[in-house]
């Protein structure tokens, strides 16, 4: 009996309503058919809604396009690709149609009616059928041939891969066709703020309202809000300024002024302008500004209007005191008290800044419990950009969790992070606006963005920089541009309570930022463009984020001797503010010495601290409270380690304003923890003995000391002389004192020597003149000088690499230098004794050399006074410097050549 194509039809149609319904109902699921009114137009039989059987939850809405037939077609051939695939006919207009236009995943089904069985295919996952259709259209063909995998078959055993096939097109045709519909470049949605009869005071703060949890809102989504924006083309941002043609938007700005710390309407304005009622409103929308580093207004409409200064509206003085900002303010003892005091009615937004406070004080568990918690509350939200945030710093946290949380329920906090994703959160986007702002979060767009950016003027910065050592001039807003581009991402990361501080991204951000104001600020041509004062901004990011070894590199790189300051007072009460709270946190810092996230962030910014102090231009009555009150810190910290760190000798080589009391100080620290092999206590001491008056009796080596908090007994001082000898190194360089020295220990030394002879102590005490020349000693030095050839040394085995240089044998040369003695055949014997031994034969006879084998960098290897006196003398060895240079340039090498020759 051969059945009508409409009895086909109704039969497939049935066999493939049992099959789902048992299928769906096998798996706790319902799914309800509803048969398509427009089957012949657009190719669809039928929608099924899914439920969940137990709550009735709607979980997905799924399109069908049915066949049936008695004779399926099974491909056989041997060569063909598709062998053991059901080969069928699709109109090519329906196939377009289902993957081009439909929003929802669609499954065409061929039921065997002879066996019945039923077989599905998703067109929308076949990854070639798009390039098939192109080929068919260009062949102006009206079908196009699908193949069905014989496996996908519809039954209990496929569910599983049937389902996840469907979630996956689901995800894959909404995400198409809501990216198509929000990537337009159409005007944002704001026509219910633009056409209302609201006060523009309301109109703005609506329009800002849309992106609740978000204070900063990128300058290219920000451009196109109204009534920040008139016309498309009218409205852009050129560094601190807004240029906008919507004059109603300006008229307001134009017609504020603040006197006494008050926002009024000039008196010119009054009938036209009116802030009654609406002060608190305007505030928050003049700290929207200051936030968003809208520093101007510049009028981009017809005729002429004056550029207004927003930025003398704002209020800079920072009178909140959340657990966030007492964190910012260093006060972290206030900040985790505040947290401990967190109260359960508490509002989304203060949940998400107090779980920003906890991952900033490294507590990772607490951030996760409550951005989880927060997370919840504004899951069902529509388009929640607090939401989002929660999501991506949760995202970030795992990251964190994993290499800083070690706790018993750490797999378990992981298990849960791993489930975090934006997959239906980018589904459900409703507006353009909203998807920009998704998009510049999720994809990393703001930091990606700036480091492009920042990457491009820092490499313009860097060749103005090499110009300018060459006698170029430049001219521009690099400075201007670099520092608003800056500041806008770290305000976006930092306003915006993004957890991206500790990333690397972020740190190379920071460093080229620094680098390049360093450049810029080191630029010698007075016609030239230069940063001439550092704002307390650039300060804190540098204290708070910069890695403080880079960025003493950086110091160095770029010879930064003093820092001009934009703001000397401001910066003074800022870090006097900041080293208040660092003290009062003390016990705060150290019951949390074993939260290695945290405890390095503190390290970090004490470290930083040196660093900045020694180079800020300050009166010396300021500076010198604030270093008071930094050593009182290092002090209490107790942290011997931390002691060691910091680079104390830095205050001692840029400044010559520390005073008396705060020199002793740091010496007494450093005593403390018995550093004094260091640089630290080397160019403290230095620095100390310079500004004492040494005629007086009161100044002699035991007062010198005891002052410093250093026990000194002249009965015992040789013996001290000889197991801490940096101890003395400075006090030998003032003649007054090591003729105290050399009085007191002299005896006492040469009967060491002469009882069991050591051959670095006699260099020091021969190289600083405490003993006179004896040859017995010498000889017993020469004898002393050991083969480095025969057998790998003790940095040799711990680094693997080959030394070269035999630093005792340099020693004696500078001894012989020093003593005026020649070198013997014996003595130039032992340039054996080091792998190196074309350098040792030059020292030994810098005239008759081969200056074929001469290395110029060789004068950098040991700089000592008397091997710059011996250079002086040889006339050739100067034309071989200056000829190497002219080959191969070496600054350091230059330096020597112009200073020692």
Same mark, same amino acid.
């Given at each position: 009996?051969?059945?009508?194509?409409?009895?086909?039809?109704?039969?497939?149609?049935?066999?493939?309503?049992?099959?789902?319904?048992?299928?769906?109902?096998?798996?706790?699921?319902?799914?309800?058919?509803?048969?398509?009114?427009?089957?012949?137009?657009?190719?669809?039989?039928?929608?099924?809604?899914?439920?969940?059987?137990?709550?009735?939850?709607?979980?997905?809405?799924?399109?069908?396009?049915?066949?049936?037939?008695?004779?399926?077609?099974?491909?056989?051939?041997?060569?063909?690709?598709?062998?053991?695939?059901?080969?069928?006919?699709?109109?090519?207009?329906?196939?377009?149609?289902?993957?081009?236009?439909?929003?929802?995943?669609?499954?065409?089904?061929?039921?065997?009616?002879?066996?019945?069985?039923?077989?599905?295919?998703?067109?929308?996952?076949?990854?070639?059928?798009?390039?098939?259709?192109?080929?068919?259209?260009?062949?102006?063909?009206?079908?196009?041939?699908?193949?069905?995998?014989?496996?996908?078959?519809?039954?209990?055993?496929?569910?599983?891969?049937?389902?996840?096939?469907?979630?996956?097109?689901?995800?894959?045709?909404?995400?198409?066709?809501?990216?198509?519909?929000?990537?337009?470049?159409?005007?944002?949605?704001?026509?219910?703020?633009?056409?209302?009869?609201?006060?523009?005071?309301?109109?703005?703060?609506?329009?800002?309202?849309?992106?609740?949890?978000?204070?900063?809102?990128?300058?290219?989504?920000?451009?196109?809000?109204?009534?920040?924006?008139?016309?498309?083309?009218?409205?852009?941002?050129?560094?601190?300024?807004?240029?906008?043609?919507?004059?109603?938007?300006?008229?307001?700005?134009?017609?504020?002024?603040?006197?006494?710390?008050?926002?009024?309407?000039?008196?010119?304005?009054?009938?036209?302008?009116?802030?009654?009622?609406?002060?608190?409103?305007?505030?928050?929308?003049?700290?929207?500004?200051?936030?968003?580093?809208?520093?101007?207004?510049?009028?981009?409409?017809?005729?002429?209007?004056?550029?207004?200064?927003?930025?003398?509206?704002?209020?800079?003085?920072?009178?909140?005191?959340?657990?966030?900002?007492?964190?910012?303010?260093?006060?972290?003892?206030?900040?985790?008290?505040?947290?401990?005091?967190?109260?359960?009615?508490?509002?989304?937004?203060?949940?998400?800044?107090?779980?920003?406070?906890?991952?900033?004080?490294?507590?990772?568990?607490?951030?996760?419990?409550?951005?989880?918690?927060?997370?919840?509350?504004?899951?069902?939200?529509?388009?929640?950009?607090?939401?989002?945030?929660?999501?991506?710093?949760?995202?970030?946290?795992?990251?964190?969790?994993?290499?800083?949380?070690?706790?018993?329920?750490?797999?378990?906090?992981?298990?849960?992070?791993?489930?975090?994703?934006?997959?239906?959160?980018?589904?459900?986007?409703?507006?353009?606006?909203?998807?920009?702002?998704?998009?510049?979060?999720?994809?990393?767009?703001?930091?990606?963005?700036?480091?492009?950016?920042?990457?491009?003027?820092?490499?313009?910065?860097?060749?103005?920089?090499?110009?300018?050592?060459?006698?170029?001039?430049?001219?521009?807003?690099?400075?201007?541009?670099?520092?608003?581009?800056?500041?806008?991402?770290?305000?976006?990361?930092?306003?915006?309570?993004?957890?991206?501080?500790?990333?690397?991204?972020?740190?190379?951000?920071?460093?080229?930022?620094?680098?390049?104001?360093?450049?810029?600020?080191?630029?010698?041509?007075?016609?030239?463009?230069?940063?001439?004062?550092?704002?307390?901004?650039?300060?804190?990011?540098?204290?708070?984020?910069?890695?403080? #070894?880079?960025? &003493?590199? @950086? =110091?160095? +790189? $770029?010879?930064?001797?003093?820092?001009? *300051?934009? !703001?000397?007072? /401001? %910066?003074?009460?800022?870090?006097?503010?900041?080293?208040?709270?660092?003290?009062?946190?003390?016990?705060?810092?150290?019951?949390?010495?074993?939260?290695?996230?945290?405890?390095?962030?503190?390290?970090?910014?004490?470290?930083?601290?040196?660093?900045?102090?020694?180079?800020?231009?300050?009166?010396? #009555?300021?500076? &010198?409270? @604030? =270093?008071? +009150? $930094?050593?009182?810190?290092?002090?209490? *910290?107790? !942290?011997?380690? /931390? %002691?060691?760190?910091?680079?104390?000798?830095?205050?001692?080589?840029?400044?010559?304003?520390?005073?008396?009391?705060?020199?002793?100080?740091?010496?007494?620290?450093?005593?403390?923890?018995?550093?004094?092999?260091?640089?630290?206590?080397?160019?403290?001491?230095?620095?100390?003995?310079?500004?004492?008056?040494?005629?007086?009796?009161?100044?002699?080596?035991?007062?010198?000391?005891?002052?410093?908090?250093?026990?000194?007994?002249?009965?015992?001082?040789?013996?001290?002389?000889?197991?801490?000898?940096?101890?003395?190194?400075?006090?030998?360089?003032?003649?007054?004192?090591?003729?105290?020295?050399?009085?007191?220990?002299?005896?006492?030394?040469?009967?060491?020597?002469?009882?069991?002879?050591?051959?670095?102590?006699?260099?020091?005490?021969?190289?600083?003149?405490?003993?006179?020349?004896?040859?017995?000693?010498?000889?017993?030095?020469?004898?002393?000088?050991?083969?480095?050839?025969?057998?790998?040394?003790?940095?040799?085995?711990?680094?693997?690499?080959?030394?070269?240089?035999?630093?005792?044998?340099?020693?004696?040369?500078?001894?012989?230098?020093?003593?005026?003695?020649?070198?013997?055949?014996?003595?130039?014997?032992?340039?054996?004794?080091?792998?190196?031994?074309?350098?040792?034969?030059?020292?030994?006879?810098?005239?008759?050399?081969?200056?074929?084998?001469?290395?110029?960098?060789?004068?950098?290897?040991?700089?000592?006074?008397?091997?710059?006196?011996?250079?002086?003398?040889?006339?050739?060895?100067?034309?071989?410097?200056?000829?190497?240079?002219?080959?191969?340039?070496?600054?350091?090498?230059?330096?020597?050549?112009?200073?020692?020759?």
């Amino acid at each position: 009996m051969k059945y009508t194509n409409t009895e086909l039809e109704e039969k497939a149609n049935s066999l493939l309503n049992n099959v789902l319904l048992e299928m769906f109902a096998q798996n706790n699921k319902m799914i309800g058919k509803h048969p398509s009114k427009l089957s012949h137009e657009i190719g669809i039989d039928y929608f099924y809604e899914i439920r969940d059987r137990t709550t009735g939850e709607s979980l997905n809405v799924v399109f069908n396009q049915n066949k049936g037939t008695e004779n399926i077609n099974i491909i056989k051939g041997k060569a063909n690709p598709e062998k053991g695939n059901i080969s069928f006919q699709l109109k090519l207009r329906h196939a377009k149609y289902f993957l081009n236009e439909l929003n929802k995943p669609l499954f065409f089904t061929v039921c065997d009616l002879k066996l019945m069985k039923v077989y599905w295919y998703w067109i929308q996952l076949d990854n070639s059928i798009k390039e098939r259709i192109e080929t068919q259209l260009k062949t102006n063909k009206r079908t196009l041939q699908i193949f069905i995998p014989i496996a996908n078959e519809l039954n209990l055993n496929n569910f599983d891969k049937f389902y996840k096939e469907l979630e996956k097109s689901d995800r894959i045709q909404t995400h198409k066709f809501l990216k198509s519909k929000l990537l337009n470049d159409d005007e944002y949605d704001f026509e219910e703020i633009e056409n209302s009869e609201l006060h523009i005071i309301d109109k703005i703060a609506q329009s800002i309202k849309k992106f609740d949890g978000l204070t900063i809102i990128p300058k290219h989504v920000l451009r196109r809000m109204y009534p920040f924006k008139g016309t498309k083309d009218k409205t852009y941002f050129f560094n601190e300024t807004l240029h906008t043609d919507n004059e109603q938007f300006y008229n307001l700005f134009e017609a504020l002024e603040k006197q006494d710390n008050n926002i009024r309407v000039k008196e010119e304005f009054g009938e036209s302008i009116s802030i009654l009622n609406f002060e608190d409103k305007l505030k928050d929308i003049i700290d929207f500004l200051q936030s968003n580093l809208i520093q101007h207004l510049k009028w981009n409409g017809k005729g002429h209007k004056e550029r207004i200064c927003a930025h003398n509206l704002y209020d800079y003085d920072n009178t909140c005191d959340c657990e966030r900002c007492n964190y910012n303010k260093l006060n972290f003892k206030k900040a985790a008290n505040l947290l401990s005091k967190r109260k359960e009615d508490d509002d989304s937004i203060v949940k998400f800044r107090q779980a920003y406070t906890y991952y900033l004080l490294g507590d990772l568990k607490n951030a996760f419990l409550l951005y989880k918690e927060v997370t919840q509350e504004t899951k069902n939200k529509d388009n929640s950009i607090l939401n989002i945030l929660c999501k991506y710093n949760l995202i970030n946290l795992k990251n964190l969790i994993k290499n800083n949380y070690f706790e018993a329920d750490r797999n378990e906090i992981l298990i849960e992070l791993k489930k975090i994703n934006f997959v239906y959160d980018e589904i459900l986007i409703e507006h353009n606006y909203y998807k920009h702002v998704f998009d510049w979060i999720k994809e990393n767009q703001f930091i990606n963005n700036s480091i492009w950016e920042i990457d491009r003027q820092f490499t313009e910065i860097q060749n103005h920089h090499r110009k300018d050592k060459n006698g170029g001039y430049f001219r521009g807003q690099q400075a201007n541009s670099l520092k608003f581009e800056f500041l806008r991402v770290s305000f976006f990361i930092e306003y915006n309570l993004i957890i991206y501080d500790v990333f690397n991204e972020f740190q190379i951000l920071v460093h080229k930022s620094l680098e390049s104001m360093f450049a810029l600020y080191n630029i010698y041509n007075p016609d030239s463009t230069k940063y001439d004062k550092f704002e307390f901004t650039f300060l804190y990011n540098w204290l708070m984020h910069g890695d403080s #070894t880079k960025v &003493n590199r @950086l =110091l160095l +790189k $770029y010879d930064i001797q003093q820092i001009e *300051l934009n !703001d000397e007072l /401001l %910066v003074f009460n800022r870090f006097n503010d900041n080293l208040d709270n660092l003290i009062i946190s003390i016990k705060r810092i150290k019951e949390n010495k074993e939260n290695y996230l945290f405890r390095d962030k503190v390290k970090n910014i004490i470290q930083n601290f040196a660093y900045i102090l020694s180079r800020i231009k300050m009166r010396k #009555t300021n500076f &010198n409270l @604030l =270093l008071k +009150k $930094y050593i009182a810190l290092i002090t209490l *910290l107790e !942290d011997d380690y /931390l %002691v060691s760190l910091i680079k104390f000798e830095t205050l001692f080589h840029y400044r010559n304003d520390i005073n008396l009391t705060n020199t002793k100080k740091i010496l007494k620290l450093l005593s403390d923890y018995e550093l004094f092999d260091t640089q630290s206590y080397n160019k403290g001491f230095e620095y100390y003995l310079t500004i004492q008056d040494f005629e007086k009796k009161d100044n002699r080596l035991v007062e010198i000391f005891s002052k410093i908090g250093t026990s000194l007994n002249q009965e015992t001082i040789e013996s001290d002389f000889y197991s801490n000898f940096s101890k003395y190194q400075n006090v030998l360089e003032v003649s007054e004192l090591k003729k105290e020295i050399k009085k007191v220990i002299q005896k006492a030394a040469i009967k060491r020597l002469e009882d069991n002879f050591d051959s670095k102590y006699y260099y020091r005490l021969s190289i600083y003149d405490i003993i006179p020349f004896h040859q017995e000693f010498f000889d017993k030095f020469f004898n002393s000088i050991k083969d480095l050839t025969n057998k790998p040394t003790g940095h040799e085995l711990i680094t693997g690499a080959t030394q070269r240089k035999n630093y005792d044998l340099n020693n004696l040369i500078n001894l012989s230098y020093k003593y005026n003695i020649l070198f013997t055949s014996r003595m130039k014997k032992l340039s054996k004794y080091a792998h190196e031994s074309d350098y040792y034969d030059w020292l030994m006879d810098i005239e008759g050399f081969d200056y074929l084998k001469f290395n110029h960098y060789w004068l950098l290897e040991y700089k000592t006074k008397y091997y710059f006196e011996e250079f002086k003398k040889h006339k050739k060895l100067k034309e071989e410097v200056k000829s190497a240079l002219d080959k191969n340039y070496i600054e350091g090498v230059a330096k020597i050549y112009i200073n020692h020759f």
